[in-house]
C-alpha cells in the first residue's frame, strides 16, 4: 500500500496518497478543482491558473496552483471561497477576452473544458466589449492537425505532449503579451508521428483533425470501446460513429497499454474502412476478369474445390489481421475439415512462432517501467510499434537506462545512453562481442548486468536473419532478473499464433509435437493431421514446384510482405485454386479464382492478444461495407457445405469454445472479459500454466560479408493496402531512397541526390547518412519504388549515369 498523508478540504478530512498533486489527490476525494493546462500524463506547469486555491500557511490563507503543489500531512485546503471563486472567474473573464464566440461551428462545442467550466465557475457575462484579435484561419500546422490561433488559451498541452511525450519539440509560442499564439518553427512543419494526440488533449477548439473538422456533433456521436488494429501493441481507442460511419478515434487511457497516446496510423487510419475501393461482393474468376456472384455460388464453389485435394495440397496464409475467434475458427477449419495442418500467420517476414508465442519469461508492457535497463535488438520502434516507443521513452524520462542495438539510426538514438551499431549481415559478431564486453562495449555490457532488465528484441528488418533475434534473446535469458518481449508488428500476429496459426502450434500454446494435448483437441474437433506443417516459405516453394495445389489467403499478401516477392507471385500464377478472404483486391488477391468480401477491423467482434499476451475486446461499431462477413461466419457456411459442424456462427459460442480446449485461454470466457475484468484487458494464461515454454538460447548465426549488405526496415507510413487507402495519410506514405554512409557513397561514386539502381532493377535518389554503419545500405521496404525488392541481405548496388 502508498504513504498515506491526512488533508483537509473544505472542511473534510481526507487520507490520500503521498506524493501526488493537489488537484489529483482532492479529485480522488471527490473534490474537481477546474482546470486547462493540467493533465495527468504530462509534467505541471501552472499557466492557466484555473486551479488555484486557497491554502492555510504560516501567514494565512494563500492561493497557490494546486496543479505544482504536492500534498503534505495537515494540509488544509479550501476550493469554494469567494476569494478563490472570485480568482476563477477572473481566469475564465481574461480567458474569453479574445476567444471567439463560434461555438455552433467549432468542433469542440459540446465537449469543451472551456464552456463546461465558464458555465460553473465563470462570471456569467463579460465586460469586455472592444473588438477581438483575429487570425487568419485555420492554418495547417501538419498534413493532419489544423490551427485556429484566436481559440488558444495558451495552455501549453500541445507543447509539453509534443516535445516531453513524443519527444517531437515542434510546437512553440511566439511573441509576446498579448499577441503570444502558437506556432511552428519556420520551415518546420508539426511532422510528428504523434500530432493527433495534440488534438485529444487541446481543451479548446484550437487544435482540430482535418479528417473530422465539421463532420459531427458531439451529442451525435456513438461510442464503442475496442482496440487499434495497427500493431501488437493494441491500444485502446474510443471508435466513435455518426450516421452508421465511423467519423473519429480517440485514445482510451488504458494504462497498461497506452495511458491514452495513440500514433497519428492508430488515430487515422480508419478511413479505410468506408474507401471505395473495398470488395463489397463475392468475386469469382470468368474468362473476362472477376465477376460479382452470389455468396451461395461463390461457397459452393470454394466448398467443391476444397474438397477436391487431399488434406496436404491445401495451405492457408494469414489470419493475423482478424480477430482470435476468426483465427481459431480458420485453424479449425483448415485441420478439421480440409485435414490439412499446412497454415502460417506470418508471411516468412516473423519470428520461429515457440519463439514469438511462448517466450519465458515474458515481459509485460508495465514492467518497462519498473527495469533498470531495458535493452532493444530489433525494428526502429518508432516506425514499427510507436505507442510501445513511448512506453520507453516515460521509462527512460523516470530513470531507466537504454541500449539500443541496430544497423542504423533510430528513433530511440537520442535518448540511449548506449547506441551498439552494427552492420547489416554482421549482428551475430557485435552480438558476442557485445554479450562478451569486448573492448568498445563495456558500457553497454555493464548496463545490462544492473536489473531489472528487460530485452525487447525482434528482426531489425525483414532482410535480417530470423534466429539473429533469437541469438539476442539468449544473451538476454542469461541475464540475473530479466524478462522479454518478442517485436511482431502485425495487427493480431499474438493471437493468431496462440490460436493454432502456425504450422508447429496447436490453440492455446500447445505444440504440434505434444501428442496428449493433441489428443485432447481431437476429442472436440475429430480427426487431426499430426506433425508439422509447412510455412509461408515452403507453402510458396511447393505451390511453385506442383507439390501443393491450392492455396487460402485470409487477410493477407505474400506478393507485397514475403522476403521472396518474385517467390509469392510465381506461386500464385501456379496454384490450380485460390481463394482470398480480403477486403480489397491486393497484388496477392488478384491472382484468386474467387475473392469473399471479409468484414474488418471496426465491423466484427471478438478478442484480441497484443505482444505481451494480454486479451482484450475488439468490438464492432459499424456495419460490415456491403455483404462482406466475419471470417468465422463465412467458414461456418463452407464447412456446412463440406459436411462439418464447425460451431463457428456465434461469435460468443467460439470465444467459449476457445476457453474450453486452449490451455493458456481457460478462464477467458466472454462473462469474464466483461464482468470480471476492469475493462484493460487479461493477461493469459489465467488459470493454470501453459503447456509450452520456449527457453531461448544464444545460437550461431553466419556473418555475412558482401560488399554491401541491406538494410531494409519498415516504414510506419508504407505503401500498404490500408495505408493507401486511408485518405488522411495516404499522402505520408514514404518514398524510396538509398541511405549510404558518405564513405560508400563516394566509392560508387555517387553524390546526395544520385541515382542509384539495386539488383538492376529497382532506381531510387541517394541520402548520405553517416549514422549508417560502412558497407550498408539503408532501403525502406514496401514503399513506392522497393515493390517487387527482394529481401536478401547481399544486394547489387551500381551508379545510374546521368540520373542525378
Avoid at 496462440?498 to 501428442?515: C, E, F, I, K
Amino acid at each position: 500500500m502508498p504513504d498515506t498523508v491526512s488533508i483537509n478540504i473544505n472542511g473534510v478530512a481526507h487520507d490520500v496518497e503521498a506524493g501526488q498533486r493537489l488537484i489529483v489527490a482532492a479529485e480522488s476525494v471527490g473534490e474537481v478543482i477546474p482546470r486547462f493546462c493540467h493533465h495527468d500524463k504530462l509534467e505541471p506547469v501552472g499557466k492557466c491558473r484555473m486551479c488555484l486555491v486557497e491554502v492555510e500557511g504560516p501567514r494565512g490563507k494563500v492561493l497557490m496552483p494546486s496543479c505544482t503543489l504536492l500534498v503534505s500531512d495537515g494540509m488544509v485546503v479550501d476550493t469554494e471561497s469567494a476569494v478563490v471563486k472570485k480568482a476563477q472567474e477572473g481566469v475564465l473573464e481574461f480567458l474569453l477576452i479574445n476567444h471567439p464566440l463560434d461555438c455552433p461551428i467549432c468542433d469542440k462545442g459540446g465537449e469543451c473544458p472551456l464552456q463546461d467550466q465558464t458555465m460553473q465557475w465563470g462570471p456569467g457575462e463579460s465586460r469586455f466589449v472592444e473588438a477581438k484579435r483575429n487570425f487568419e484561419k485555420p492554418i495547417p500546422v501538419s498534413d493532419v492537425v489544423l490551427l485556429d490561433r484566436e481559440r488558444c488559451v495558451l495552455c501549453d498541452r500541445c507543447v509539453r505532449a509534443a516535445d516531453d511525450i513524443a519527444g517531437d519539440p515542434l510546437l512553440t509560442f511566439i511573441d509576446r503579451g498579448n499577441h503570444v499564439q502558437i506556432q511552428t518553427f519556420p520551415n518546420e512543419p508539426f511532422s510528428s508521428y504523434f500530432s493527433g494526440n495534440t488534438v485529444q488533449l487541446c481543451p479548446v477548439g484550437a487544435l482540430t483533425s482535418v479528417d473530422y473538422r465539421f463532420k459531427a456533433r458531439p451529442w451525435d456521436l456513438g461510442h464503442t470501446r475496442s482496440v487499434s488494429f495497427v500493431d501488437t501493441v493494441h491500444s485502446s481507442v474510443d471508435a466513435q460513429t455518426s450516421r452508421g460511419k465511423l467519423v473519429r478515434v480517440y485514445g482510451i487511457e488504458n494504462d497498461r497499454v497506452n495511458e491514452g497516446w495513440l500514433s497519428d496510423k492508430d488515430r487515422f487510419i480508419f478511413s479505410a474502412v468506408h474507401s471505395p475501393d473495398r470488395v463489397t461482393a463475392p468475386l469469382v474468376r470468368g474468362d473476362d476478369g472477376f465477376e460479382e456472384a452470389s455468396w451461395s455460388d461463390a461457397m459452393a464453389l470454394v466448398a467443391s474445390r476444397l474438397g477436391g485435394y487431399l488434406g496436404g495440397e491445401v495451405g492457408a496464409i494469414g489470419g493475423a489481421n482478424n480477430t482470435n475467434e476468426e483465427a481459431y475458427t480458420l485453424a479449425k477449419f483448415m485441420r478439421s475439415v480440409v485435414g490439412s495442418s499446412n497454415l502460417d500467420a506470418q508471411l516468412g517476414d516473423g519470428l520461429n512462432p515457440h519463439l514469438a508465442a511462448t517466450v519465458t519469461p515474458r515481459a509485460t508492457i508495465d514492467d518497462l517501467d519498473r527495469a533498470a535497463t531495458i535493452f532493444v535488438w530489433g525494428p526502429d520502434l518508432k516506425e514499427t510499434l510507436p505507442v510501445l516507443y513511448l512506453r520507453v521513452r516515460k521509462a527512460v524520462r523516470n530513470g531507466a537506462t537504454l541500449v539500443v542495438a541496430s544497423p542504423a539510426g533510430t528513433g530511440l538514438d537520442a535518448i540511449a545512453a548506449h547506441v551498439v551499431r552494427y552492420r547489416a549481415g554482421s549482428g551475430s559478431d557485435v552480438l558476442r562481442k557485445f554479450a562478451s564486453g569486448d573492448k568498445g562495449y563495456e558500457g553497454a555490457r555493464e548496463a545490462l548486468d544492473a536489473g531489472p532488465v528487460v530485452g525487447l528484441v525482434g528482426r531489425s528488418s525483414l532482410a535480417e536473419d530470423p534466429m539473429m533475434a533469437e541469438a539476442a534473446a539468449g544473451v538476454v535469458r542469461s541475464l540475473p532478473d530479466s524478462k522479454l518481449l518478442t517485436l511482431l508488428t502485425r495487427a493480431n500476429i499474438y493471437g493468431a499464433l496462440d490460436m493454432g496459426l502456425a504450422p508447429n502450434l496447436l490453440p492455446g500454446r500447445v505444440s504440434t509435437a505434444d501428442d496428449e494435448h493433441a489428443e485432447m483437441l481431437e476429442d472436440a474437433w475429430g480427426h487431426l493431421p499430426r506433425g508439422t506443417g509447412r510455412s509461408t516459405t515452403q507453402m510458396l516453394e511447393d505451390l511453385a514446384s506442383g507439390a501443393m495445389r491450392a492455396m487460402v489467403l485470409v487477410g493477407a499478401d505474400p506478393v507485397r510482405d514475403c522476403p521472396d516477392p518474385g517467390l509469392a507471385q510465381r506461386a500464385l500464377e501456379a496454384a490450380e485454386f485460390v481463394v482470398a478472404f480480403d477486403a480489397f483486391v491486393t497484388d496477392s488477391s488478384i491472382h484468386a479464382d474467387v475473392i469473399l468480401p471479409a468484414a474488418v477491423w471496426g465491423e466484427v467482434s471478438g478478442t484480441a492478444t497484443n505482444l505481451e499476451g494480454r486479451v482484450q475486446e475488439v468490438n464492432a461499431s459499424v456495419r460490415p461495407a456491403g455483404q462482406a462477413r466475419s471470417l468465422n461466419a463465412a467458414l461456418d457456411d463452407i464447412a456446412h457445405l463440406m459436411g462439418v459442424d464447425l460451431r463457428a456462427a456465434k461469435v460468443a459460442d467460439v470465444t467459449r469454445e476457445i476457453a474450453a480446449v486452449a490451455p493458456a485461454y481457460a478462464g477467458i470466457t466472454p462473462d469474464h472479459l466483461t464482468f470480471e475484468s476492469d475493462g484493460d484487458g487479461v493477461i493469459v494464461p489465467l488459470e493454470g500454466e501453459q503447456p509450452l515454454k520456449f527457453i531461448p538460447v544464444e545460437v550461431s548465426v553466419p556473418v555475412v560479408t558482401s560488399r554491401l549488405t541491406l538494410h531494409f526496415p519498415d516504414a510506419l507510413y508504407d505503401d500498404g493496402v490500408w495505408n493507401r487507402n486511408a485518405p488522411t495519410i495516404a499522402g505520408l506514405a514514404r518514398q524510396a531512397e538509398a541511405r549510404l554512409h558518405p564513405r560508400d557513397a563516394s566509392m560508387l561514386p555517387v553524390h546526395e541526390g544520385d541515382i542509384v539502381s539495386i539488383e538492376e532493377r529497382f532506381v531510387m535518389p541517394v541520402t548520405l547518412d553517416d549514422t549508417v554503419p560502412v558497407g550498408s545500405i539503408v532501403v525502406p521496404r514496401n514503399v513506392v519504388g522497393t515493390k517487387g525488392l527482394t529481401a536478401s541481405t547481399s544486394v547489387k548496388v551500381e551508379a545510374v549515369e546521368g540520373g542525378a
